[in-house]
């Protein structure tokens, strides 16, 4: 299998059903509109957009990457196991695994990242992308991948690491940083 495309190509035949869990759980800072993530959007009505022909350009863009990806499971559909993701970039990242990531948001409960089927997605994810996994809980986050010896010795590499370590936060590192850069080309970032 070759690397996950998690930002442009959508899963054939897949839809958004009758989903709208990124109707409340994101930011929108469009001139069109404005939403302040974790409320619902005034366009929404009984789970269906009032403006959906004439949406703004934001809406038109954002998929969840279960609409994206389509080895993930039904079952994975935001408002079916609680959880939505998606990739995130910030501009002006507070950590180095912010740059670009993938996003996980509790529709709720935050129990739900401990559901079988969340926790499998999670190590697919983690296993199947160059991409740190933060799951957010309220306006924190916290990074789940990588794991907290591996993110370590990626930022404070250290000689008391093992040689193995050292290995796979370097060859973790070198992977992450060439989907960015891609990524940032593509955006036209670069």
């Known amino acids: 299998m070759g690397p996950l495309d998690l930002t442009h190509t959508l899963a054939p035949g897949r839809g ?6 990124c109707c409340e759980i994101t930011t929108i800072n469009d001139p069109a509109l404005q939403k302040p993530e974790g409320q619902l959007c005034v366009n929404c009505h009984g789970g269906l957009c009032a ?12 998929h969840c990457l279960y609409r994206h990806l389509g080895d993930l499971p039904e079952a994975m559909r ?3 196991c ?4 998606s990739t995130r970039r910030e501009t002006n990242p507070e950590s180095p695994f912010s740059r670009i990531y993938i996003g996980g948001y509790a529709t709720g409960d935050t129990a739900a ?3 079988p089927e969340v926790q499998a997605a999670i190590r697919w994810l983690s296993e199947q992308t160059p991409l740190p996994i933060w799951l957010a809980f309220g306006k924190v986050k916290r990074l789940v991948s990588p794991d907290r010896e591996l993110a370590e010795a990626i930022v404070q590499p250290s000689p008391h690491h093992s040689p193995d370590l050292k290995a796979r936060a370097a060859a973790w590192a070198k992977r992450y940083d060439r989907w960015v850069y891609m990524y940032d080309t593509v955006a036209g970032v670069r």
């Open 78 to 80: 935001p408002d079916r």
């Open 113 to 115: 990242y401990e559901t």
């Open 51 to 62: 403006v959906y022909e004439h949406r703004p350009k934001t809406c038109r863009d954002f």
């Open 82 to 85: 609680g959880v939505m993701f």
């Open 16 to 21: 958004c059903g009758d989903c709208y869990v």
